[in-house]
């Protein structure tokens, strides 16, 4: 294998990492499925899901890139441009690239598909910069989850019910609280003083538990008909965990220390999320 083969491995291999890969495939994953769950072909289903994934790769590379200063600041060595396995400018070529890729492969669907997609992914894009610094910076979270069911759904083409893109903005405005918990001490130290940061810890977790609860409510009951009993109980627990969570949390976050257990009440609450949209059975 010649040195430059493998100088160009290294680098694929580090814009992999920089591409925060977990959520990324996550909700790309869950995209794929729920196209296939509203009716897409095969076929289609796989473009929608091209899409998704050229999305998240522009949102996860641009993060990156953007916060390259702000992570060296802060000595993170888990991210490549910081740890020098990558320049910024080579990550944010690649954000680029797939930004139009995303708009390529999202025309596929119509103008107005194609639309939605955009919104969502420049609102993304917009949260790494400048709205991450803003009391506005929920926003970005969920207009970009309530953009991307629609999407899916316009994509057949159909009309997407309220209560899916209701549904997706309160689960991403769950998400940005919980994923700015474990970074508010990195985050003052380098002036990002987004909504999480000007509640405070104890209030931005109690903000994420309520939104992911709420999610789980529109969930069970915006679709038409009766809940069933599964998706009470379903519920239920969330209502349980969540706050549950939050309590076995509060001395953690009072010392500014990661609260594992609301992290894992989080989890919880998203998986049922996840559940109840795929087990409702009326999805358009």
């Known amino acids: 294998m010649s040195a430059r083969t493998v100088l160009t491995a ?7 990492r920089a591409t925060h890969p977990e959520p990324a495939a996550a909700v790309t994953a869950a995209a794929g499925l729920l196209a296939l769950a509203v009716g897409h ?3 289609s289903a796989a473009v929608v899901t091209l899409t998704v994934a050229a999305s998240q790769l522009a949102v996860g590379w641009t993060n990156d890139a953007v916060d390259a200063r702000r992570d060296t600041a802060v000595g993170r060595t888990d991210k490549p441009i910081v740890a ?9 070529l690649a954000a680029a690239a797939a930004a139009a890729a995303t708009v390529v492969l999202a025309l596929r669907f119509g103008p107005l598909a194609a639309t939605v997609a955009l919104v ?3 609102s993304a894009l917009a949260y790494n910069w400048p709205l991450k610094r803003s009391a506005v ?3 970005p979270y969920a207009v970009s989850f309530a953009a991307l069911p629609s999407f899916v759904v316009l994509a057949l083409p159909a009309t997407p019910p309220w209560w899916l893109p209701a549904a997706g903005g309160l689960l991403g405005a769950g998400a940005h609280f919980a994923n700015v918990l474990p970074d508010l001490a990195d985050d003052a130290a380098t002036g990002v003083r987004g909504l999480p940061h000007r509640l405070g810890a104890a209030r931005a977790a109690v903000a994420a538990a309520g939104f992911l609860l709420a999610a789980a409510a529109v969930l069970v009951w915006g679709p038409p008909g009766s809940p069933s009993w599964w998706q009470l109980a379903a519920l239920a627990t969330a209502a349980v965990v969540l706050p549950a969570g939050w309590l076995a949390a509060r001395g953690a976050l009072a010392r500014g220390r990661r609260p594992t257990a609301l992290f894992r009440a989080f989890l919880v609450a998203a998986v049922i999320n996840v559940g109840l949209l795929f087990g409702g059975g009326v999805l358009v």
């Not at 290294?10 to 992999?16: I, K």
């Open 10 to 16: 290294r680098v694929l291999a580090a814009l992999v």
């Open 120 to 122: 969502g992914l420049v």
């Open 137 to 139: 910076s929920v926003v």
């Open 41 to 43: 072909p095969p076929g």
């Open 84 to 92: 020098g396995a990558v320049t910024t400018r080579t990550v944010a």
